[in-house]
């Protein structure tokens, strides 16, 4: 039987204040998993922060770091060098912004190491220039905002994707799967197999299996037509169609999309279009520090009297008050784990 390769490769966890807890943990466990099916420690790892000191997660957590940045820094010129930076990251992470941080991203890329993230640190990696015409992945919550912030990077609805030695993932359990890539590619699938029993997994989900729950799933219609009718609308919202447009794509009439969406949405077509429209400015405007009328024309609307008018309408508030609230709760929330 022939033994498998006895490579090693460490990895540094940078944490960024309000990181998600799973993607991280389980990144981890499977390599430590990994570890223990080979009989030893092919991959090693230690926590970053930026000054050295606990980290917490958005669920309250705090992770005791090993390491600061400077020591990091430090490292990148010796023994202690890694073989990958995985930034770690979750709630809020538009509000970081660390030029240390994106100098140390940049160094370390170029100086060979792999750098990626975990959840919505595609973020960070963007803010330091290492995403510019590369693939890249972040959590669906997260998208509409990411792309209008960083519109060089050719970012995707993926569980993870790698590119150019850069890795990121969607968050939740994607890093479980992203981190099955990095084992199959040091020691093969016999490994991987063997980590996803003791994970409990049945599979190994591909970079591109979807991260949401097909429509069909996540709003309980099986109209196919009317399905296909809400896939053309979600693929475009910043030029809303027509419903003679509509009707052409779908090769039906007015009429008939109109009594479909009657019976199967309870409301007209053009309600429901209004509606994932909004939806998705409520996304931009929790997510990002877009302008409101930015918001307002990336969704579609003529005007931001006419778009905020709408929007009261549907969620009892303003857009700006929307945005105060999130800002509110947040600070709350930070307030509340300082204590």
Same mark, same amino acid.
């Given at each position: 039987?022939?033994?498998?390769?006895?490579?090693?490769?460490?990895?540094?966890?940078?944490?960024?204040?309000?990181?998600?807890?799973?993607?991280?943990?389980?990144?981890?466990?499977?390599?430590?998993?990994?570890?223990?099916?080979?009989?030893?420690?092919?991959?090693?790892?230690?926590?970053?922060?930026?000054?050295?000191?606990?980290?917490?997660? %958005?669920?309250?957590?705090?992770?005791?770091?090993? @390491?600061?940045?400077? *020591?990091?820094?430090? +490292? !990148?010129? #010796?023994?202690?060098?890694?073989?990958?930076?995985?930034?770690?990251?979750?709630?809020?992470?538009?509000?970081?912004?660390?030029?240390?941080?994106?100098?140390?991203?940049?160094?370390?890329?170029?100086?060979?190491?792999?750098?990626?993230?975990?959840?919505?640190?595609?973020?960070?990696?963007?803010?330091?220039?290492?995403?510019?015409?590369?693939?890249?992945?972040?959590?669906?919550?997260?998208?509409?905002?990411?792309?209008?912030?960083?519109?060089?990077?050719?970012?995707?609805?993926?569980?993870?994707?790698?590119? %150019?030695?850069?890795?990121?993932?969607?968050?939740? @359990?994607?890093?479980? *799967?992203?981190?099955? +890539? !990095?084992? #199959?590619?040091?020691?093969?699938?016999?490994?991987?197999?063997?980590?996803?029993?003791?994970?409990?997994?049945?599979?190994?989900?591909?970079?591109?299996?979807?991260?949401?729950?097909?429509?069909?799933?996540?709003?309980?219609?099986?109209?196919?037509?009317?399905?296909?009718?809400?896939?053309?609308?979600?693929?475009?919202?910043?030029?809303?169609?027509?419903?003679?447009?509509?009707?052409?794509?779908?090769?039906?009439?007015?009429?008939?999309?109109?009594?479909?969406?009657?019976?199967?949405?309870?409301?007209?077509?053009?309600?429901?279009?209004?509606?994932?429209?909004?939806?998705?400015?409520?996304?931009?405007?929790?997510?990002?520090?877009?302008?409101?009328?930015?918001?307002?024309?990336?969704?579609?609307?003529?005007?931001?009297?006419?778009?905020?008018?709408?929007?009261?309408?549907?969620?009892?508030?303003?857009?700006?008050?929307?945005?105060?609230?999130?800002?509110?709760?947040?600070?709350?929330?930070?307030?509340?784990?300082?204590?």
């Amino acid at each position: 039987m022939n033994k498998m390769p006895h490579k090693k490769r460490s990895i540094v966890f940078f944490m960024v204040p309000q990181f998600t807890m799973l993607p991280f943990s389980a990144a981890i466990d499977t390599l430590r998993i990994a570890n223990r099916m080979l009989g030893y420690q092919a991959y090693t790892w230690r926590l970053t922060s930026v000054d050295g000191e606990k980290v917490y997660s %958005s669920c309250g957590i705090g992770v005791e770091a090993n @390491t600061s940045l400077a *020591d990091e820094r430090r +490292n !990148l010129g #010796g023994e202690n060098r890694p073989s990958m930076v995985l930034v770690c990251s979750g709630i809020d992470v538009e509000e970081f912004n660390n030029k240390s941080v994106n100098a140390w991203l940049r160094e370390s890329y170029n100086r060979g190491v792999a750098v990626g993230s975990l959840c919505t640190g595609a973020h960070v990696l963007a803010q330091a220039g290492l995403l510019n015409g590369k693939r890249c992945a972040i959590h669906w919550e997260n998208l509409p905002g990411f792309s209008e912030a960083f519109p060089q990077a050719e970012v995707y609805a993926d569980l993870y994707e790698v590119d %150019s030695n850069l890795y990121t993932c969607a968050g939740g @359990t994607a890093s479980l *799967d992203m981190m099955l +890539n !990095l084992i #199959g590619q040091d020691f093969g699938e016999t490994l991987v197999n063997r980590v996803c029993e003791q994970h409990l997994t049945d599979r190994v989900r591909s970079p591109h299996d979807r991260q949401r729950l097909p429509l069909r799933a996540r709003l309980g219609v099986q109209n196919g037509k009317v399905l296909s009718i809400i896939e053309l609308m979600e693929g475009n919202l910043a030029e809303p169609l027509s419903l003679l447009e509509i009707a052409d794509g779908a090769g039906l009439s007015r009429r008939q999309i109109e009594r479909l969406f009657r019976q199967e949405m309870g409301r007209s077509p053009a309600r429901y279009y209004l509606e994932i429209r909004l939806d998705r400015a409520r996304h931009l405007l929790v997510q990002s520090s877009m302008p409101v009328v930015e918001v307002a024309v990336a969704c579609g609307f003529v005007s931001a009297s006419h778009f905020s008018k709408c929007y009261r309408e549907l969620y009892q508030r303003s857009p700006q008050q929307e945005r105060a609230e999130r800002k509110m709760t947040m600070a709350t929330a930070r307030q509340a784990i300082a204590a």
